[in-house]
Structure formats: C-alpha cells, structure tokens
C-alpha cells in the first residue's frame, strides 16, 4: 500500500514536472487571457439572432472573435457545468455532478484550466463566479489552487435577498450598488494590475446576471417595453414523451414570488403562471443580459486602454442555456436544446473570426487556449481543441455534442448532431429505461418525441451506436444494456 507522505511527494513532484514542461513549451510573446463567464446566460444576444436583445458590446466582441453557434455544455446547472469546463472532463470522470461535492475532494489530482497557466507561470486572478462556490473551498477563497493571486470574494448593497423574494425588482441605483458593478470593479482593478505587470495573465470574471432573482439598475428595465415580447407557444410537454423525465417542476423559479397587480397582496406562484407573469419574467432576464452587457463594455474598453488587447485571447462562455417559457419550462435543468445549448465567443489575436456551425461542447475550451498559448495541457484531458475552427482550416473534429442530466435515478445522456437531438435514461445498473429523439431540422422546437415510431427503429439504433462510440467519460452508458 502506498502511503499518505509517498502519495502526496509523488504527486508533488508530478506537478513540479508538468510545470517545467509547460514553461519550456511556451512561447516568449505568450497571450494573455480574458475569460468572461456569464452565469445562466443562454444564446440571447444581437449577435446570435434575436432581435429585441440590446446587448452592442457582446455584438461588437462577436464581430472580431468566432462565434460559435452550436455550443453545448457538459451539464445544465452552475456547478456541474463549470467544473466540467474547468478541469476538462465530463462530470463523472471528475465527480461533480451536484451542487455539494467539492471538487478537490473528488479529483485531489485536478489541474483546472488557470491552475495549468499559473504552473506555466502566469499571472492569475478572478473575481466572481468563474467555480461555482459550492464546488470548491469557500465563496470568500474560491479554489486557492488556481489564483496566484489571492480570490476576493464582493458583495452588493441593494441586491440582498428581498421578503418576498421577487422574481425582478427594477432598481434606481448606480452599478457599483449591485454585485455585479462590484465584480466589474474588481475585475477591472485586476485588469489594469496584470496588464501593467511583467508575466502574461489569466484573468476570469465571472458575472452572477441574468441568474435569477432579475435585480438590476432600472435603466437597463427601461430599455425595453414587456408588451413587445412574443411569448412561448408551445408551453407542454412534447407529444409521445415521458415528462417526468425530460421537464422539471420550475422549482428554482418558485423559490421567487411574481410582482403583485396593483392593489393586490403578494403571493407565490400559482401551478399556471400567468401572461402577466410570463413577461415579467422575460422582460427581468433581458433587462439583466443588458445590465452584464453594458458592464462587459466597461471591462473590454479598459482592456483596449491598457495596451494589452492584441495580445489577449477573449473568451465569453455562458454556463448553460435558459428555458423561458418554452415546454412551461422556467430555468434550465433538463436536457432539452433550451437548456443545453449555451453562448461561446472566442476572439484570439491573428485570427480572422467568424461564425462557426461546428458542433462544440465546452470541454473544448481547455484544449484550445492551452494550444492558442503553446502551453502543454495534462493528459487527461476529454475536449478537443478549436484552434481549427478559429482559423477556418475546418470544422471541429466532433461529429457529435454531448450534454448530461440526472432525474428519478437515470442518467440522461443527450447527444445532439447536426440534424438530430437523441437522448437516453440510464440507470445505475445500466439499464435503459428511456428515450427522445427529435428531427431539430424540421421540429426545432422539440414537439414531438418520435423514437418510438417503429419506422424510426434503424434511426434509433444507429444513434445510440453513435452515442456510445462518443461515449468517453460517459461512465453508466459504456457497459449499457437496453431494457
């Protein structure tokens, strides 16, 4: 057996290696890197089609980076989702698949994403949530492991926790009164800091909007008329489908209370949310991307002051995506294309940019900036690297994107290709209990469940053989059996 002290100088000397060998491998003029994470912010913007979002700073970023229009992340919640981009891997292979294991506990080996720059000798930083706190050591120090810089945790002053809870609250204050103008601050602190330094840097910011409750700056609610937002048609569950499976209850939306109509009491919401409600929900989660919108333009206009902007790399990813209204769904958890599919900028220097139809899971990240900055990434790694797509030598080499849940004991596995969305339950004993599948080219709005269409059964079957030839880090699926 070997023994604790053994363990722990082994693995020591390990990373003593791993950084050698990244300092050796890097570049002299290496990149710096901005890393922006948006926390719930779904593919909501000018940039990627929808016409009523006023959002010029993401646009204007979209325009001179690639802008990758089927992105997907590994798990549709916070922690999950991050921890899996963070260190490379699906979330079985690293054990976060909740909002309580913390991340050393479960993978002490991790090296996460700043960790490999900062063993690289970079300069790191962040403000924010980049890890969800829950996954890691503590909201005030974060994961000390990646931060050369020690993490500083901030608050606001007019965002607290309101009795009643409500869902939006338009608030007449500067930024700086709420988290995300003091994580901006911060951020822009750190920038100007790094960008005046002598190392290259990795910084992340990581802004808490449009995760709900919808408290911004008023000004940014004024911007829009809620009467002008279209609602949802299709608002059940898809024909031929299990909803238990697939659709959750909106339980974290109903940790919030709706604003009362005038002249009435408040009170929870009712099992049937309402019009009225529906857009007031809406009109919060845009009026919130427009408030960290406007913050992002603060932080890249600091970042052209400071010099250092042609040689940053620039990455804006989203956690997951948002339903908003679409299946009755409010939120994310599920394994559906609303909650799946998530934002991805990435603007490099000597690259052109564009937008890119390659299907892209945010595992992918990791493997690209270690290869945009000529840092040599650990081996474990499950992405694949971008690079190819920045440059428009091709698209990714994935044939597929893959996004997980976990409901009444199964795993969903959901496999998303250019023309399909095909999805598997499996339970612990590697049974499959269920499945979805949804042509997206002629039923985008997955309406219609048609795996069980007998005249679909060669479809079905050669997609779960390509499900499982992708099924790397898919723990339960790769000694899966059919019920």
């Known amino acids: 057996m070997i023994s604790t002290h053994t363990f722990k100088f082994s693995l020591a000397l390990l990373l003593i290696v791993f950084a050698s060998s990244c300092a050796a491998t890097t570049r002299p003029d290496r990149p710096n890197i901005l890393f922006i994470a948006v926390d719930d912010l779904k593919p909501l913007t000018g940039s990627y089609g929808d016409k009523l979002a006023l959002t010029p700073s993401i646009d204007a970023l979209a325009s001179s980076g690639t802008l990758y229009m089927r992105a997907y992340v590994q798990y549709p919640v916070c922690g999950p989702s991050r921890s899996s981009m963070l260190t490379g ?14 991340l050393r506990d479960v993978m002490p080996e991790a090296i996460t994403l700043p960790e490999m720059f900062k063993l690289a000798g970079y300069e790191t930083a962040a403000v924010g949530k980049i890890f969800d706190p829950r996954n890691v050591d503590s909201r005030q120090v974060d994961d000390p492991a990646s931060w050369s810089i020690p993490y500083k945790s901030v608050s606001g002053k007019v965002d607290k926790k309101s009795n009643p809870n409500f869902v939006s609250r338009a608030i007449n204050a500067r930024d700086t009164d709420f988290i995300d103008g003091q994580i901006n601050k911060r951020g822009i602190e750190l920038l100007r800091a790094m960008a005046a330094g002598n190392k290259p840097f990795f910084l992340g910011i990581g802004y808490k909007k449009p995760h709900l409750p919808f408290v911004v700056p008023k000004r940014f609610f004024d911007l829009y008329d809620a009467s002008a937002f279209e609602l949802e048609t299709f608002q059940r ?27 009435r009491e408040p009170a929870a ?40 902007a042609d040689n940053t790399i620039i990455v804006l990813w989203g956690d997951h995506g948002f339903h908003l209204g679409d299946h009755g769904m409010w939120g994310k958890h599920t394994t559906m294309e609303e909650a799946a599919r998530h934002p991805l900028i990435i603007r ?24 945009l900055a000529g840092v040599e990434p650990p081996a474990n790694l499950q992405g694949v690297s971008l690079v190819p797509t920045l440059a428009n030598e091709g698209t990714s080499s994935r044939e597929v994107a893959i996004t997980q849940y976990k409901r009444r004991g199964a795993y969903g596995y959901s496999m998303r290709t250019h023309q399909y969305r095909y999805t598997e339950w499996v339970t612990s004993d590697s049974v ?34 390509l499900l499982r030839k992708n099924g790397t880090g898919l723990n339960r699926l790769n000694m899966g059996k059919d019920k």
């Open 89 to 102: 891997v699906r979330p079985e292979t690293n054990g976060v698949l909740d909002l309580k294991t913390r």
């Open 237 to 263: 569950a898809p024909s031929e489908s299990d909803a238990s499976y697939i659709l959750s209850n909106n339980n974290e939306l109903r940790t919030y209370w709706p604003q009362p109509a005038d002249g």
């Open 348 to 371: 490099a220097p000597g690259f052109a940019g564009g937008s890119s139809a390659a299907l892209v899971e945010s595992l992918d990240i990791y493997p690209t900036l270690a290869e």
């Open 432 to 465: 499959t209990v269920y499945r979805d599948l949804y042509d997206m080219t002629i039923d985008p709005g997955e309406t219609k469940n048609i795996a069980a269409d007998p005249a679909n059964e060669q479809l079905v079957n050669s997609l779960a053989a």
């Open 269 to 308: 919401y009712d099992e049937e949310i309402t019009e009225a409600q529906q857009r007031e929900i809406i009109h919060g989660y845009y009026a919130a991307v427009s408030f960290v919108d406007s913050l992002i333009g603060d932080l890249l206009a600091v970042l052209e002051e400071s010099g250092a």
